[in-house]
Every structure is written in C-alpha cells, then in structure tokens.
C-alpha cells in the first residue's frame, strides 16, 4: 500500500531538523577567537556595560551573525529548490537567472558613485544589491518570455546571456575603478557575512520567512510542475501564473539574501540535491527541510570563516565552495543509483 | 448524454495552415472513441483542443454541454484526465507520489491529501495492478509498467473523461492488450468516456466502440467501429492495402507491403480457429 506525506509526519521532520538547527545555531554562536562560557550568558547582562562581557558578544555579535547566517542559507536552499522545480532543471541555482550579475553590477555603481548615505542604520550596498538583482531577475523573465515557446529554455538561456552581458560590465567597471574602491566590493562578491543593524537582520527575517511560507503553498503545484508544461495545465494548475508567482518569490528571497550577504554560491545548488537525495523529490516536505538544512549549513560554514584565519576573517562564499563541491560529489557517489538522471 | 461535443472545428499552428477543418462529432457519455489516422493528420492537435490545451481557430468544443474555455484550469482537471505518452520524469518521484499529483485540483491551499484522496489513489493503484510497486520511482519501471502508472494517475482523477494519446506506441503485445483491457473495464465500470488516439486500428477494432478517421488532407469520417472500418476506408486514409479476416464478430486488418504475397483477399478464417 501506498504511503502519503501526512501533516503530522512532516511537521515531526520539521521539528526534529529545527531542534537541531538550534543546537547548531547555539554551538556556532559560541564558537570563535573570543572563548565565552554558556553559563555566564545565562546570566544575563549584569547591571552595567561590560559587566557580561560573554553575554555582550552572544547577544550582540555572534547571535545576530548566526541568526543572519541562518536567514540567507534558508533564503538560498528554498530559491535553488523552487528554481529547480520551474526550470525542471536539476543544475539550476538562484545565481543562474543573472541574480549574481545583477546584484555585482548593482553593487559596482554604489561604490563607484560613492554612495555615503544611511539605510536603516546600515551600508546602501545592499539597497544596490537588491535592486540590481530584481531588475536583472525581471530582464531575464522578459527576454525568456519575449524570445521563445519553450519558456524554460529561453529562461535559461536569457539568463546565461544576461549574466555573461552584466559579468563583462562589472569587469569594465574594475578596470577603471579606484584600487581602494575595488576592495570593498571584492569581499561583497566573494559572499560576506558581516554584521548589520539589528533593524535590517528583522526585516529581512520577516521578508525571508514570509517568502518561504508563501513558496510551501507551491510545493503540491510545484510537484505537478516539474512533470512540464501539458502535464502541469491537465493536472489543474495554472502553469503561467505559477510559474509567474513563484519565480518572482523566489527571485524575491533570493534579492534579500544577496543584498544581505553578497554571492554565496552552491548553498542553492548542493542543499537541494542533498535533501532531495535523502528524502525524496516530494516539493513538500523538500522546500522546509532544504530550508532548514541550508540554514545550519550557512552557519557552520559561516563559523568556519570566522575562525579558520582568526584574527582575519575569510568571506564565507570560499568555505561553502570549498565544502560544497567535494560534498556534492559524495552524495553525488552514494545515492546515483536512485537518481534517474545521473544515470 | 453528450460528454463531448465538436462543432464546425478548425485548427492550424500558423494562419496559413490549417490541420482540422470544420470537423463536427459528439461522444455520448460512457462511450469509447479512437481517434485514427496517418502522421500529421491532427490526433494529437485534436486531444490537445479537446483539453483546452490549444485554442480552436473556428468552432467550439463543448464539455458536459460548457464550452471549454469558460471552465477553469482546474475545474476542467476536475472533468478531464489525459495520458500522453509515458516518460520519466526529471525528478525520482514514486509510483505513489506520481499517482496522487491527479488529486492536485481538490487539493487545499498547503495540497495535503485528505482521506477521499487517498481511497482514490489506492483503488487507482490497485485497480491497475501498480500498487505492488507503488514505492518505486518511475525511473526504475519497464515502459509498460510506467504507462499504467499514468492510466492509475488518469483513474485516481476520478474525473468521467479520459483523454489518451497514444497509449500502447511502444509497449509490447501483452502490454497493449493489458492496457486497454484496463480502459474498458474503466469504460464499462465507471461508466467514463473515453477518447484514444491510437495507431492501432486492430486495438480500436477490438474495443473501442467508434472510431473518428482522420485524413492528411483534412477529411475524416466517424461513426461506429464495425461500420467505419473497412478495406477501402483504411485504404484511403492511410494509403495501404489490407488483408481482412474476422474472428467471430471482430474485424482484424493486416496491412500488407510491396512484398506481400497475397493482396487484398477477405477471408473468414474463424472456422480455422481452434480454442481450447
């Protein structure tokens, strides 16, 4: 007989992954060149400044990092998983529809305009970020959708054009740019988790969790839509507006994330291929565990670039392409049997 | 009853070509028609405007007595469940996990399915013989085995039209039989209609009970199976010349080549026929 993904089922998955998330979360929070003790966090902040020193650094360095960390890795898995789904492609990621271009070359004109002013207590960086990769996750849907039937080939393909356009520009753009100006966006387009105003870190948590509540609601769509265009339309979904609706969340999500973060590549790629490998193409259950996963997978990795050179920092987009590939390539040998297109 | 009704139909990809011309049937409700013809003749088109897949050029294709167009994609899910031909899909779903996408129109907003939905799989799973694999992926089933996996998802619909495309291309002898003794035992059970576009004249002979013959220049010409199918008939839609026997009540067409050794000869060849 037949097994059928239960409410019940699937919120006990959830719940198990998350307990571990915040195991992880906690532990990496703890971790770093300064030793803090859980004990004295727990007493809380002491009457005056400085008083707590470990509970100053929990508090308002390492769980705010961890916390950011754990947003854009969660934004990212979902984007890749959604992206996957409409593009019924398995190697597609968010950074494939030119968000990376996007988001670089928006980030290029905010240093070499020498943007100065404040958003919400943080850098403008990210506003130009953000920007440059919706506008970009827009001129790849109009030009996929302007140049062809087959809307998931032209998507690819505008995508590829678009980002191989905007690559040559940011080049352009550094060639002429100042030294100093160059360095500040290197680290950004390295992936950068750095801290930020407390202000921005929740907003863009409600944006993020919002965006992935919406996204669960295409998961059943999102099963039927892989299958392709007829099937999906006989199944009774409306492939046009799905499709419409869910790329522009993910793209959305994706946005936050890289104006957040810079380019974290393999996040959206090896997260999931990995739940998918582990607990089956279901879109259902695959968006909120690959959520979750992405998540402790960004901090961990997170951590590891904050203490690997400590005192320096690594950007965190060298650890997770460094992990991701090796990492892909084991779960690549040891479920290939079960997966029909690697065969 | 008319399940479906085609009126003054006419259908080309580019202004200038037309495939259907001003084509007009009705299939009674709990019917089973076959669609046939040469390639490029339109069978696919034609299924694909009766699941409002393709918009028609001219005339109108009404479902349970609505035009198609004003019942919504999943309202029209709801009525009509297609089988195109079977392929593995990008992803490894399950056996269980491809039949139950057929539930995706009476799906809530989060699309867990109820306990309705679940019956509906299994007795679709079971009734196709598919339940003992229901856990496999499509990826690792035979080509036969995957079709009827598609014909589970169709049955799981539960809605009273069923639309095929070709459902039996590249199974073998067995596979072919199995699948439609599968339809017709739909068909006469659940009382559903049933449209197949098939290559198969033998297949339709046997179990459909109308066939729409579909010319490459545009003719057709439908009506009862036993009527419609004829030497001369097949001749000219296809252009081949066939050899007619008859097992009891049944036609059977035998195309023959250049190197046919006999040609064109009817004969009963029932009394030569022993059953044991």
Redesign the interface.
Known sequence: ???????KELAVKISICLAVLVVVMCLCAIVGTQNISMRRVFDGPGQKAGENIDYEIFIGFRLPRVILAALVGAALACSGVVLQ?IL???LADPYILGISSGAGLGVMVAVLSGVTWNFLGGSPIGIFAFAGALITVWLVWYIGHFTGKSQVTSLLLAGVVVNAFFSAVIMFLTSIAKSEQVHSTIFWLMGNITDKSLLVLWVSAGCILTGIIVL??F???L??L??GR??A??????VARTRIAAFACAAFVTAIAVSLSGLIGFVGLIIPHGV?LAF???H?QLLPISAIIGAGFLVIADTIARIIVAPAQLPVGVITAIAGGPFFLILLAKYSR????L? | MNALEVENLSFGYTPENTILKDISFEVIQGRFLAIAGPNGAGKTTLLNLLCGLLRPKAGSIKIDAAPVESYSVKRLAQKVAVVRQEFVPVFDFTVAQMVSMARTPYLDTFGFEDKTDIQMVNEALEATDTARFALRTLGSLSGGERQRVFIARALAANSPILLLDEPTSFLDLKHQVGIYDLLKTAQLKKDKTIVAVTHDINLAAQYCDEILLLSADGNYQIGETKDVLSPEQIEKVFGVRTFVGRLGQEKFFIPLGKFAKDSGKTADISHNIQYK
């Open positions: 007989m037949a097994e059928f993904l239960t409410v789904a019924r492609n398995p669960f609601a998961c059943h769509r099963n039927v892989a299958l007829e099937e339309q006989s199944l009774g979904v409306d998918r089956g193409p279901d259902r079960r997966v029909s297109w065969k």
